[in-house]
């Protein structure tokens, strides 16, 4: 049986911490920023870990 490929778009859009945890981009901060109040777009910096629901889909694609 040969090895599972990891999805490579995945890979590009997360990151698995040292602990396991998997992080990613906050959504929202791609358009319509001129709409957007400021404290939103500074609340959506950074990266957040993602949601459990996601968890399962995720560690499929990244073949883990």
Do not use: C, F, W
Request: aromatic fraction near 2%; hydrophobic fraction near 35%.
């Amino acid at each position: 049986m040969p090895k599972m490929k990891s999805h490579t778009g995945m890979g590009k859009r997360v990151k698995v911490t040292g602990r396991g945890k998997i992080v990613a981009q906050q959504v929202g901060l791609r358009h319509n920023l001129e709409k957007k109040a400021s404290t939103r777009t500074r609340r959506l910096t950074g990266t957040v870990e993602v949601a459990k629901a996601d968890y399962k889909r995720i560690k499929k694609l990244l073949a883990r």
